[in-house]
């Protein structure tokens, strides 16, 4: 683990936006599927697969269509889409709609695809070759941590206040952090 002395700031800047996507991921992984069951009303396991899946799938695409965006715009609008689909998704969850589900979810995953893609291009192009391998090492320890312990906190919690109850903890904890990535990208901004 290594992070070269030019890429901190940026790696520091990127991190509540990082944060947020990762653990949106770990959401879904850990609580979409049960969700979904609670949303539709059916128990089918496809369902769970299905919302992963739309998540996913719609990242893959948002990386597609930002490759050739400026780093700073994928990252904003990236940010930007992931707060407005997680909100859409907790509104879904809230109301028991399956559309609103289902399209917050694509909709936050084209936020985290285009957020990844900006973060990823932001970083890399401040390490040398030979300080690659331990930036991004450092950046998928964080991500990875980011992804997998707030799920389980959440699951912890799910037990006490219910599935919908952390759900939305969880969701808007996510927005927060989201906000605070949006906030300190345009105080980078304004200053640059």
Not at 43 to 62: D, E, F, K, T, W
Not at 96 to 106: C, E, K, M, P, Y
Not at 109 to 128: D, K, W
């Amino acid at each position: 683990l290594a992070v070269p002395k030019r890429a901190r700031a940026t790696l520091w800047q990127v991190l509540p936006v990082n944060t947020a996507q990762w653990a949106l991921g770990g959401f879904y992984a850990s609580l979409a599927p049960s969700l979904a069951r609670i949303v539709t009303g059916l128990h089918s396991p496809l369902l769970g697969g299905a919302v992963v899946a739309a998540l996913v799938l719609s990242g893959a695409i948002a990386v597609l269509f930002v490759r050739t965006r400026p780093a700073r715009v994928a990252l904003a609008g990236g940010t930007v889409a992931l707060v407005l689909g997680l909100g859409v998704t907790l509104a879904g969850v809230q109301w028991h709609s399956t559309a609103a589900f289902f399209a917050g979810s694509l909709i936050a995953g084209l936020g985290f695809g285009s957020a990844f893609n900006g973060t990823l291009r932001s970083l890399v192009p401040l390490a040398e070759p030979h300080e690659r391998a331990g930036l991004m090492s450092t950046f998928f320890v964080l991500s990875y941590l980011a992804f997998s312990v707030p799920a389980i906190a959440a699951g912890l919690v799910a037990g006490r206040v219910g599935l919908q109850a952390a759900s939305l903890g969880y969701g808007l904890l996510l927005v927060a952090l989201a906000g605070v990535a949006l906030a300190m990208m345009a105080r980078r901004q304004d200053a640059a």
